[in-house]
T-cell receptor, first 114, second 112 residues
Framework: DGGITQSPKYLFRKEGQNVTLSCEQN?????MYWYRQDPGQGLRLIYY???????QKGDIAEGYSVSREKKESFPLTVTSAQKNPTAFYLC?????????????FGSGTRLTVV | GQQVMQIPQYQHVQEGEDFTTYCNSS?????IQWYKQRPGGHPVFLIQ?????EVKKQKRLTFQFGEAKKNSSLHITATQTTDVGTYFC????????????FGKGTKLSVKP
């Protein structure tokens, strides 16, 4: 089955540590996205990529970094510069273009800073 | 920047009652999409509306896109406990370099 896989499902991090969240898709989608979800805040865009080796900052990119070395993979690193990293992180992918297609979301990673 | 506002933020209904959530954009949208997120789950794409005044139905769910393409609504008839979750609208901000702008969602709870 085609889909998008995020790992791990739960992640605990000590303050001051960087951590990388994995996102892999086998849908042959060109575009991939990272969102952060906090209670009552909806989905806020962190980074997105429409082509390999290129990505764009979203609304809340500070303290995060990404790479897109392969079409299938779009890992997100939460750096120690992110002041409030505890959240639910969602990765999504879509066919590129004019928004004519829905996004497919992964099952998410819940990050907790301890 | 472009914003998509969604109301209400929460809605509690008795099973069998109807439910409606509304979505309003500060600018004209190319299209609008609706997603459902079950508790503890991830958003799942429900439908997309493209044309001005478009109405689409999925069983008990009715989706509308306003004539000016700035607002949309989702109406659920005779809610069931399986309808519980958060419903998000998302508007496309136009252009090939654009991306979806999500509303904050309406969280629906259904009392049996």
């Amino acid at each position: 089955d085609g889909g998008i896989t995020q790992s791990p499902k739960y992640l605990f991090r000590k303050e001051g540590q960087n951590v990388t969240l994995s996102c892999e898709q086998n849908l042959n989608h060109d575009a991939m996205y990272w969102y952060r979800q906090d209670p009552g805040q909806g989905l806020r865009l962190i980074y997105y990529s429409q082509i390999v080796n290129d990505f764009q900052k979203g609304d809340i990119a500070e303290g995060y970094s990404v790479s897109r070395e392969k079409k299938e993979s779009f890992p997100l690193t939460v750096t120690s510069a992110q002041k409030n990293p505890t959240a639910f992180y969602l990765c999504a992918s879509s066919v590129i273009g004019t928004g004519d297609y829905g996004y497919t979301f992964g099952s998410g990673t819940r990050l907790t800073v301890v | 920047g472009q914003q998509v506002m969604q109301i209400p933020q929460y809605q509690h209904v008795q099973e069998g009652e109807d439910f409606t959530t509304y979505c309003n954009s500060s600018t004209t949208l190319s299209n609008i999409q609706w997603y459902k997120q079950r508790p503890g789950g991830h958003p799942v794409f429900l439908i997309q509306l493209v044309k001005s005044g478009e109405v689409k139905k999925q069983k008990r769910l009715t989706f509308q896109f306003g004539e000016a393409k700035k607002n949309s609504s989702l109406h659920i008839t005779a809610t069931q406990t399986t309808d519980v979750g958060t419903y998000f609208c998302a508007g496309w901000d136009g252009g090939s370099q654009g991306n979806l702008i999500f509303g904050k969602g309406t969280k629906l709870s259904v009392k049996p």
